[in-house]
Structure formats: structure tokens, C-alpha cells
């Protein structure tokens, strides 16, 4: 090894050891330590940013667009005449004649709901156009609200189209007096009966 090569390890040692000996003599002080970070909360993806100094609000959990259990209301029959031919005291049957099948449902215009024991009375021309006690009948609807009433397809006459004359009683509701109009060629109809509360 030549002469410059052990004059710089010389001179390395040197410094080195000067370095140990300043930090080491008393009175040194240590190296400051590294400056905290403070930690920062990891921001929610997707979520507004809240104004400085007011806390981020919880989310809020969106409100059904409709309450369940609702009442629906159901469209009342249209009223028609009761014409000249109604008497009351019908026998009650369900049976006139046959040929057409009426049936429906007597319900509540409020709700929808069935109306037990309601007391419908129909009355018909007969088959040779004339009304008589044979053609009327009176029956009561069932626990579901529901009725069946047969007879003879109805006539049309005096320019008047076919139909089937109707009263409809119950307590607490306004009577109904209808008509029904089936269509030619028919020989089963459908024909709810929607009661309004009585005031």
C-alpha cells in the first residue's frame, strides 16, 4: 500500500474519532427529535365534505314513498231510476229464470271493504216484456260481501237497451238504486255494488 492510500485511512480515523469525542463530552446535547405528524382521518369516499368545524352529519336512511296498511277508497256504483215498476217485498231466491248469471261483490266505498247482509233486490222484464212478481227476487249478501242472482237474459224494449234493475240496502249506508247492462250474446256478469256511508 502506497503512502497516499495510508495517509487518507489516517485521516478518516481522525475525523471519526473526533466526531465520537464532541458527542460524547459532557454537556452535549442529543439530536432533536423528529417533528410529530398529527394523524389525520381518512376521508369517506363518496361523502360531502363537512364546513370547518362542524362535525360530518350521519347518514340519513330515505323514508318509503308510500306507508303500507293505507286504506284504499273505491269508486261508489253509479245511481240510475228506479222506474216504474219496483214494489217492494221481493220473495227471497236467487233464481228467476236462467240464462245469465249475475254476481258480484257489495263493498264500501271508503275502504273497499265487503258489506255482510246487505239486501239486493232485482227486478226484470219478463220474457215476453212485461214485468210481473215472477221476474223479482231478493238476496243478502255473504260474509265476503259476495252475491249470485240468475235469471233469464233481460229484453231490451221502448228503445232501451238490456239491463237488470238493482236496490241495494245496508245499515249505515246510503241506498242504491242501479242498474245493470249486459252486453248481448252475455251469459255471466261481473257487477260490484259500492255503498257510500251514510252521513
Same mark, same amino acid.
Given at each position: 500500500? =502506497? ?35 398529527? $394523524?389525520?382521518?381518512? $376521508? ?12 360530518? +352529519?350521519?347518514?340519513?336512511? +330515505? ?15 253509479? +245511481? ?19 240464462? #245469465?248469471?249475475?254476481? /258480484? ?5 271508503? =275502504? ?13 222484464? /219478463? ?5 210481473? =212478481? ?24 221502448? /228503445?232501451?237497451?238490456?239491463?237488470? #234493475? ?34
Amino acid at each position: 500500500m =502506497d503512502g497516499r492510500m495510508i495517509g487518507r485511512w489516517w485521516a478518516w480515523g481522525v475525523l471519526s474519532g473526533l466526531g465520537l469525542l464532541a458527542a460524547c463530552r459532557p454537556g452535549a446535547r442529543p439530536a432533536p427529535p423528529p417533528p410529530a405528524v398529527s $394523524p389525520q382521518a381518512t $376521508p369517506v369516499v363518496g361523502a360531502p365534505a363537512a364546513p370547518s368545524g362542524v362535525p360530518s +352529519p350521519l347518514p340519513v336512511t +330515505p323514508r318509503a314513498a308510500a306507508e303500507e296498511g293505507t286504506p284504499r277508497a273505491c269508486a261508489p256504483t253509479p +245511481p240510475d231510476a228506479l222506474g216504474l215498476f219496483y214494489r217492494p217485498g221481493a220473495p227471497v231466491r236467487t233464481r228467476v229464470g236462467q240464462g #245469465h248469471v249475475l254476481r /258480484g261483490v257489495v263493498r264500501s266505498s271508503a =275502504d273497499c271493504s265487503p258489506i255482510a247482509g246487505a239486501q239486493i233486490e232485482f227486478w226484470l222484464a /219478463g220474457p215476453d216484456g212485461r214485468y210481473a =212478481d215472477a221476474y223479482r227476487a231478493m238476496v243478502f249478501s255473504g260474509p265476503d260481501g259476495a252475491y249470485r242472482f240468475e235469471s233469464h237474459f233481460p229484453l231490451a224494449y221502448s /228503445g232501451r237497451p238490456p239491463h237488470i #234493475h238493482i236496490r241495494v240496502t245496508a245499515p249505515g249506508y246510503q241506498t242504491l238504486v242501479t242498474q245493470h247492462n249486459p252486453q248481448p250474446g252475455q251469459t255471466e256478469g261481473t257487477f260490484d255494488l259500492v255503498l257510500i256511508p251514510a252521513p
